[in-house]
């Protein structure tokens, strides 16, 4: 049976990955800072452990007997735009001290295969109608954010040790991921659980407020979508960082018209200023789709499977207010 471990396991993407691993059979560890806050957790072993620390990396890595043929790494210090455009020294600090230490300590102790989870945050901006961006298109080097430098670092640190130690790495840029399970509220959500949110707590004839003017351009993939992209990945044999997301890109005013008809609601929207980030996405997904891979839900789809649950989230949060 194959042994898996899987960082940042109490977290959304992690929490479904570990779902993921446990279907295809393998024996799978969770380790994490904190509990998944929405989901008990379905790996037969979860250590709660901070992996900014070398000796913890090492004890999330030591089995009584031999080595773990798979680790994923996807602890990260992250959320939405919110959040990356301030908590930019937590986010260079902390991650960069997990990563360096998580891929020398598996490297070290002979783990087969190293995935590393990047993000389409590598990328520059662009402007709408630009041609897609290819993988090598990341150099030279013009990331949006710090949140991209530090991933873009932490590739190159994984690769290094790819290419000295025995160690087969994968590594992923993801681009923005939703679905149930993941942060919806507190100042770390992405863009379409926070819409979500504030549709959900709206009256019927409401108002929302959207950060920006609802011209910037995404796409946004499902997390099942995505975990099996991870699944698919760690086991080819494509080498270098590959994009993975789907091919449907939208407008901020899409997803918001979106969210708002899954909601069944009439709702007004006001743009107002925010962090909204870069202003378009258009990435080649010819790597990723060279070994089978293709996004099959749509935003709409994906969206109907995420609203309910973050409007039962919303219910039971004021539910839970209103009795104190
Ligand atoms: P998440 O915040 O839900 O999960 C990350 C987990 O890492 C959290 O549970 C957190 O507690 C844990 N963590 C943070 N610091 C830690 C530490 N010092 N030790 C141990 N655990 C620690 O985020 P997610 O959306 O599941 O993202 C997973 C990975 O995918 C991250 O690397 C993220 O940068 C990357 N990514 C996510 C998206 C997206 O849209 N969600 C897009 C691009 C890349």
């Keep these: 049976m194959r042994r898996a471990l899987v960082c940042g396991a109490g977290g959304f993407i992690g929490g479904h990955l570990v779902k993921k691993l446990k279907k295809e059979g393998s024996w799978v560890r969770g380790v994490d800072i904190k509990e998944h806050e929405f989901a008990p957790t379905q790996a037969d072993e979860f250590l709660l ?20 043929d798979e ?20 986010i260079m600090h902390n991650n960069a001290l997990l990563n360096v230490h998580m891929i020398h300590t598996a490297a070290k102790m002979g783990v087969l295969r190293y995935f590393f989870s990047s993000s389409v945050c590598v990328y520059r901006d662009m402007q709408p109608g630009e041609p897609e961006l290819t993988e090598d298109d990341a150099f030279p080097a013009h990331p949006d954010n710090e949140y991209g430098w530090e991933k873009l670092y932490a590739e ?8 000295h130690y025995d160690t ?16 919806w509220t507190g100042g770390r959500e992405k863009a379409p659980a926070a819409i979500c ?28 979508d995505l975990v099996e992209g991870i699944y698919l990945l760690m086991h080819s044999d494509l080498e270098g960082p590959t994009n993975i997301g789907s091919s449907q890109y939208v407008t901020v005013d899409e997803l918001v018209e979106t969210v708002i008809e899954v909601a069944g609601k009439r709702i007004k929207v006001k743009y107002v200023p925010g962090p909204v980030g870069v202003q378009a996405r258009n990435f080649s997904k010819a790597r990723i789709h060279s070994i089978g891979w ?19 989230q919303v219910k039971a949060a004021r539910d839970a207010n209103s009795t104190v």
């Design 197 to 224: 949110r504030k549709v959900a707590e709206a009256e019927d004839g409401g108002v929302i407020e959207v950060w920006g003017d609802g011209t910037a351009i995404r796409a946004f993939t499902y997390v099942d």
């Design 71 to 90: 680790v994923y790494q996807l602890a990260a210090d992250m959320g939405g735009m919110g959040f990356i455009s301030v908590a930019e020294c937590e």
């Design 294 to 312: 293709r996004a099959k839900v749509s935003l709409k789809e994906g969206i109907e499977y995420t609203y309910p649950w973050i409007e039962t």
């Design 49 to 68: 452990l901070d992996l900014r620390e070398p000796e913890n990396c090492k004890a999330a890595l030591s089995l009584a007997d031999g080595t773990f």
């Design 156 to 163: 190159r640190v994984a690769m290094a040790y790819g290419r």
């Design 168 to 183: 087969n790495v994968r590594i992923a840029r993801f681009q923005n991921c939703y679905g149930p399970y993941g942060t």
